[in-house]
């Protein structure tokens, strides 16, 4: 069974940083892209970041090149999203999901880590 | 970065209607289109992929078409469990861009 279990989240001063972690268990973590979406509280969902395979390709969304990094360590069939210089606006629930191999759908997610920017 | 448009942004229906919801794109994306369907707290779930194919698991009555830039999700007959949010999704380039939801609600 696919599992992805997200962890990391909490509250931070704005301005902080935070690394957040995405367990995978029940597939071949090193064969498929991996993202990390986001839902802002009420809102609708955001697209962040996506690696390749083999790390070597990355991509971010315009608002979050900078202050977030996405990486993996495919021995410890983890995913990890480094953010940095926190804003108020970054306050969201962060899914990491694997993408489907052909067509690059978002075909099993986690259940979500929250993440509170605030004073 | 590929804009995408879902309309109408909010729905009611009765169990048993007929829905339909489309979805633009900015630019040609081929059918590099997803669906996924969210309910309150929970992550989203995939229901269709490549525009018209249905994710396994996912109910019969969900169905999409479309190509280029407009696409449509279906769903025949509306159940209970239905009532959710629903999102398309361009996944034929970086960043993969997610319209702006459509709540479907109880009428």
């Known amino acids: 069974e696919v599992q992805l279990v997200e962890s990391g989240g909490g509250l931070v001063q704005p301005g902080g940083s935070l690394r957040l972690s995405c367990a995978a268990s029940g597939f071949t973590f090193s064969s498929y892209w991996m993202t990390w979406v986001r839902q802002a509280p009420g809102k609708g969902l955001e697209w962040v970041a996506n690696?390749?395979?083999?790390?070597?390709?990355?991509y971010y969304v315009d608002s979050m090149k900078g202050r977030f990094t996405i990486s993996r360590d495919n021995a410890m069939n983890s995913l990890f999203l480094q953010m940095n210089s926190l804003r108020a606006e970054d306050t969201a629930v962060y899914y990491c999901a694997r993408e489907g191999s052909s067509w690059r759908s978002a075909d099993y997610w986690g259940q979500g880590t929250l993440v509170t920017v605030s004073s | 970065d590929i804009q995408m448009t879902q309309s109408p942004s909010s729905l009611s229906a009765s169990v048993g209607d007929r829905v339909t919801i489309t979805c633009r794109a900015s630019q040609n994306i081929i059918i590099y289109l997803n669906w996924y369907q969210q309910k309150p707290g929970k992550a989203p779930k995939l229901l269709i992929y490549a525009a018209s194919s249905l994710q396994s698991g996912a109910p019969s009555r969900f169905s999409g078409s479309g190509s280029g830039t407009d696409f449509t999700l279906t769903i025949s007959s509306l159940q209970p469990e239905d009532f959710a949010t629903y999102y398309c999704q361009q996944s034929y380039s970086p960043p993969r861009t997610f319209g702006q939801g459509t709540n479907v609600e109880i009428k």
């Open positions: 690696i390749k395979q083999d790390g070597s390709e990355k």
